[in-house]
């Protein structure tokens, strides 16, 4: 009762935003304090875990696979943002970022936390896929939290960006939208990856910093608010690899968005020709990623992806049964190398 009752505070002191804070758990309710401001209050951060051997080796050994299993399991609750479901999303998030052992890369004094707020949406079907388009009432806003973890590099100031984003649709007209292939098995994918590059021991030229951002599917929300009120300098970003949607389709036919041939297109177009799998441009049409808010900040960006990503996307066939392990084997592959082009 005492967080309801410093929430409450804060809120009349901001005036019209509407905070859901009972969907979300009581640490990231702490950690929400950071943002409203009013009253000062002391934070209440998550318990470090500790980490022994035994910890770092059963996180080390999970896989993507293991992450998209949690991810869409029924109390994550289709991880639509700032739901309850999406809260528990970024709980997992957070302990595996802290059993890896990577430095915190948030806001100040919320670890691997930035908050920040979302408008309403307005749930609809186009085409047969859930979609969500801005509401009526800007003013009226829910908190969500992108997630930061990072490995330092050895020589340079400079940032590898590896990004996916967590959050899906939740549930509309009571079924539930698992988004196992979106974007879980891209959030799998970048956890694949830092664990191969933990297992190996090798120290990174470059930092390479892990981001899960909330609220992609309400319009790139979440990497928009990092690119506005960014956790680490924006100048220190040398390459963004983000990657959404990469677990069906035909095995190893993968596609690419990206703003021209730039640093980050180019590494990961040279790491598909080495695991010899097709990774081509397409056109975006009226899709993107959270890569477009970096290439909008003048940032090398891109985003992988299967070329079928269009199949299933935003229906509840959009479960595990979709997935092909090979194929997000694949894409981990493609993004690891494209990593050591880039940080090593």
């Known amino acids: 009762m005492q967080t309801r009752r410093v929430f409450l505070k804060a809120l009349l002191g901001l005036g019209a935003i509407a905070l859901p804070w009972s969907f979300i758990p009581t640490r990231f309710g702490e950690a929400l304090k950071t943002l409203v401001g009013l009253p000062p209050v002391e934070l209440v951060l998550p318990p470090k875990v ?44 957070t302990s595996q970022l802290s059993m890896l052992g990577l430095k915190p890369m948030g806001d100040p004094k919320t670890g691997y936390m930035q908050v920040f707020t979302t408008p309403p949406v307005i749930e609809g079907r186009v085409n047969g896929r859930l979609t969500f388009r801005a509401g009526g009432n800007n003013q009226l806003r829910t908190p969500c939290v992108n997630l930061l973890g990072a490995l330092m590099g050895g020589e340079a100031e400079e940032i590898i960006l590896l990004s996916a984003h967590y959050d899906h649709l939740g549930i509309f007209q009571g079924q539930v939208y698992l988004g196992a292939n979106d974007n879980a098995s891209g959030v799998g994918c970048v956890l694949d990856v830092m664990r191969r590059i ?15 951002w909330s609220a992609e599917e309400m319009g790139f929300v979440g990497s928009q608010a990092f690119v ?17 949607t990469v677990g069906n389709g035909k095995i190893g ?49 891109v985003t992988l992806m299967t070329r079928d990503w ?35």
């Open 253 to 301: 036919d993968f596609a690419l968005w990206s703003d021209g041939d730039n640093l980050a297109f180019n590494a990961v177009r040279q790491a598909s020709e080495e695991v010899g799998v097709s990774a081509r441009k397409i056109s975006q049409a009226a899709h993107n990623s959270d890569s477009i808010s970096f290439a909008s900040a003048g940032i090398p960006a």
């Open 228 to 244: 506005h009120s960014p956790t680490v300098p924006l100048n220190q970003i040398k390459a963004v690899l983000n990657v959404d």
């Open 310 to 344: 269009l199949n299933k996307n935003h229906t509840t066939e959009d479960n595990i049964a979709l997935l092909k392990p090979e194929q997000i084997q694949l894409a981990a592959e493609i993004l690891y190398r494209a990593v050591r082009i880039l940080a090593f």
């Open 50 to 93: 500790k980490l022994n051997k035994a910890v770092q080796a059963e996180s080390i050994s999970r896989n993507a696979m293991d992450d998209i299993s949690a991810l869409t399991g029924s109390e994550m609750q289709g991880r639509k943002a700032g739901s309850i479901g999406e809260a528990r999303a970024a709980e997992y998030l």
């Open 198 to 212: 933990l297992r190996e021991g090798d120290t990174p030229k470059r930092s390479i910093v892990l981001a899960f």
